[in-house]
């Protein structure tokens, strides 16, 4: 069993930045692959960026490159997500995940452990 927990979110104005951290308990951390998804109301979950488990590959979603990095650090069982040049369409409760299969992670699929989440609100 994995544990998940993000923290980090609040309130930012358009331009500025964020860092959000997701850390796990449990298992092994370091023999999963991590993502970070995001959800706004009323819309369905979507990818925002994955990282392997030993940190050598990472993805991001289009709306997501350039501005936003992910990144781990096995030693503190944390995943961070490093967003810059905030806007308001980045609004939404932010959730990492931790699945054993990164193609599943890039489909959103099968992911085996969530967090619950953490807000981020970009006012204009």
């Known amino acids: 069993q994995v544990q998940l927990v993000e923290s980090g979110g609040g309130l930012v104005q358009a331009g500025g930045s964020l860092r959000v951290s997701c850390a796990a308990s449990?298992?092994?951390?370091?023999?999963?692959?991590m993502g970070w998804f995001r959800q706004v109301p009323g819309k369905e979950r979507e990818f925002v960026a994955g990282?392997?488990?030993?940190?050598?590959?990472?993805d991001y979603s289009d709306s997501a490159k350039g501005r936003i990095t992910i990144s781990r650090d096995n030693a503190k069982n944390t995943v961070y997500l490093q967003m810059n040049s905030l806007k308001p369409e980045d609004t939404a409760v932010y959730y990492c995940a931790a699945t054993d299969s990164y193609s599943q992670l890039l489909l959103m699929r099968g992911m085996d452990y969530w967090g619950k989440g953490t807000l981020v609100t970009v006012a204009s």
């Open positions: 990282i392997s488990w030993g940190g050598g590959r990472t």
């Open positions: 449990g298992r092994i951390f370091s023999s999963y692959h």
